[in-house]
């Protein structure tokens, strides 16, 4: 008897907790009226953070992206109780995703590059009967270097990120952290990272999972159907 799989996450759900809600939260709760800047802050960071640590502990395993995630949302948090000048916030969205692309670039030239684990997942993909037409057509070192160019490429999205996210966060956020001005800002930030960071960001990853595909069509002779795993 196999174990069912948790069932993955309604994405508008999660868009909603992640993002709409804490961006209303900082924008219209932020007034002493309401709930003051502190605690609309904490509030607004509480709601991320809870859904990145129910998610992890919901499938029973870390993922890498929702902690970095964790890690990013405390750091915020923490700038804004500190009540530190929003240059520091901006240095933080912009170091967040630099780091990434760093540790991703230096595993290209290990004998794992990073987005093997992306591409090459044992649970979806007949990692052996891809390894063997590899063999028999002699494209495994070819097959090693595409997965080397596309880590790289993989790293580039994350500059990119890590450069749109530092000039946003300049552009739009200028007040001190812990005033209303900042929370007001840091709401308008989260949601215009959407459009103008998040989502350019996934294009140029899909772009690079069908470059990554073709390039594995052509290397073992098989189609994106038979590279799947059956599952029964």
Same mark, same amino acid.
């Given at each position: 008897?196999?174990?069912?799989?948790?069932?993955?996450?309604?994405?508008?759900?999660?868009? +909603?907790?992640?993002? %709409?809600?804490?961006?209303?939260?900082?924008?219209?709760?932020?007034?002493?009226?309401? =709930?003051?800047?502190?605690? +609309?802050?904490?509030?607004? =960071?509480?709601?991320?953070?809870?859904?990145?640590?129910?998610?992890? !502990?919901?499938?029973?395993?870390?993922?890498?992206?929702?902690?970095?995630?964790? %890690?990013?949302?405390?750091?915020?948090?923490?700038?804004?109780?500190?009540?530190?000048?929003?240059?520091?916030?901006?240095?933080?969205?912009?170091?967040?995703? +630099?780091?990434?692309? =760093?540790?991703?670039?230096? @595993?290209?030239?290990?004998?794992?590059?990073?987005?093997?684990?992306?591409?090459?997942?044992?649970?979806?993909?007949?990692?052996?009967?891809?390894?063997?037409?590899? &063999?028999?057509?002699?494209?495994?070192? &070819?097959?090693?270097?595409?997965?080397?160019?596309?880590?790289? !490429?993989?790293?580039?999205?994350? %500059?990119?990120?890590?450069? +749109?996210?530092?000039?946003?966060?300049?552009?739009?956020?200028?007040?001190?952290?812990? @005033?209303?001005?900042?929370?007001?800002?840091?709401?308008? =930030?989260?949601?215009?990272?959407?459009?103008?960071?998040?989502?350019?960001?996934?294009?140029?990853?899909?772009?690079?999972?069908?470059?990554?595909?073709?390039?594995?069509?052509?290397?073992?002779?098989?189609?994106?159907?038979?590279?799947?795993?059956?599952?029964?």
């Amino acid at each position: 008897m196999t174990t069912a799989r948790p069932k993955k996450p309604n994405p508008l759900l999660e868009l +909603a907790v992640t993002i %709409v809600a804490p961006s209303l939260i900082l924008m219209q709760f932020s007034d002493k009226a309401w =709930l003051g800047e502190r605690w +609309a802050l904490l509030l607004a =960071l509480a709601l991320p953070l809870g859904w990145g640590v129910w998610d992890g !502990l919901r499938r029973r395993k870390v993922n890498g992206l929702s902690l970095i995630g964790i %890690v990013s949302t405390l750091l915020t948090g923490g700038i804004g109780l500190m009540q530190l000048d929003a240059y520091w916030f901006a240095i933080k969205e912009g170091a967040v995703p +630099a780091l990434m692309g =760093l540790v991703i670039a230096g @595993s290209a030239w290990t004998r794992h590059p990073l987005i093997h684990a992306l591409v090459f997942d044992a649970d979806l993909m007949d990692v052996e009967r891809i390894r063997q037409r590899l &063999a028999e057509r002699r494209n495994t070192e &070819a097959f090693e270097t595409r997965l080397r160019q596309g880590t790289l !490429l993989l790293a580039a999205t994350f %500059v990119f990120t890590a450069v +749109a996210s530092y000039a946003l966060a300049r552009w739009l956020v200028t007040s001190d952290a812990g @005033s209303d001005g900042f929370n007001q800002e840091l709401g308008r =930030l989260t949601l215009l990272s959407w459009p103008l960071v998040a989502l350019p960001s996934m294009l140029m990853m899909l772009g690079l999972m069908l470059w990554l595909g073709r390039c594995a069509r052509q290397l073992t002779g098989m189609s994106m159907h038979d590279m799947f795993r059956a599952h029964h």
